[in-house]
């Protein structure tokens, strides 16, 4: 079975600052993608960053940035220069590519303070 | 990128009747739809998977003939809320997989049964 966990419900960061949300997952798969997503009062899902299971090198898009640790199935975001509009709810996923299985952490609502 | 369209966005209905819901792909064709049920605060509940041409499968616990699926075309999966009632009441999100972008979701639906 496959899991997706993250450990805080809920972050704060001032403004300008770093902050870093954390994600483990488990999976025997050797085959699959992890994202993370944001989902703003509107409730609408963005993709934020996407990483390729056999890829080692950590995804970036620009003020986000990922730190895959394979062998530890961790998956942590960290955003740079946080910005007021950043403030949403953040949840991993994994995709298991053979069988189109995706799977969601419960979220972590970041709060970004001016 | 690829777009899910999904309507309508709010729906209010009277207890003991039945909504459709609609979620298309715009610019891509997607055989497998999902559809998800959200409560506030929470993660993304996986209902069913829509598989265009067959029958959806639908996860444990979810009631197949409270809530239809129909995937007619490759892009059109429509989710039918039959004799709605208040315990219904949710926010329900479609996505689709594009071989090139991943997951897409649609904006959502927050359905109201009074």
């Known amino acids: 079975a496959q899991t997706v966990t993250q450990s805080q419900p809920e972050m704060s960061v001032q403004e300008a600052e770093t902050v870093t949300l954390s994600c483990t997952y488990d999976?025997?798969?050797?085959?699959?993608?992890l994202f993370w997503y944001k989902q703003p009062p509107s409730r609408q899902m963005i993709l934020v960053i996407r990483q390729e299971a056999y890829k080692q090198q950590n995804a970036t898009e620009n003020r986000f940035s990922v730190n895959f640790q394979k062998a530890a199935k961790s998956f942590s975001l960290k955003i740079s220069d946080s910005q007021l509009g950043d403030a949403a709810m953040y949840f991993c996923a994994l995709e298991i590519r053979a069988g189109n299985q995706f799977y969601f952490g419960t979220g972590t609502s970041l709060t970004v303070i001016p | 990128g690829a777009v899910v369209s999904q309507h309508p966005s709010r729906v209010i209905c009277k207890s003991g009747t039945s909504v459709k819901i609609e979620c298309r792909s715009l610019d891509f064709q997607a055989t497998t739809m999902f559809w998800y049920r959200q409560f506030p605060k929470q993660s993304l509940m996986l209902m069913a998977t829509s598989n265009e041409g067959s029958k959806a499968t639908y996860e444990q616990g979810v009631e197949k003939d409270k809530f239809l699926i129909n995937h007619a075309s490759l892009t059109l999966s429509t989710l039918t809320v039959t004799s709605a009632h208040p315990e219904d009441s949710s926010f329900y999100i479609c996505?689709?997989?594009?071989?090139?972008?991943?997951?897409?979701f649609g904006s959502g639906t927050r359905l109201t049964v009074v």
């Open positions: 996505s689709a997989r594009d071989r090139f972008y991943g997951y897409t």
């Open positions: 999976t025997s798969e050797s085959d699959y993608y």
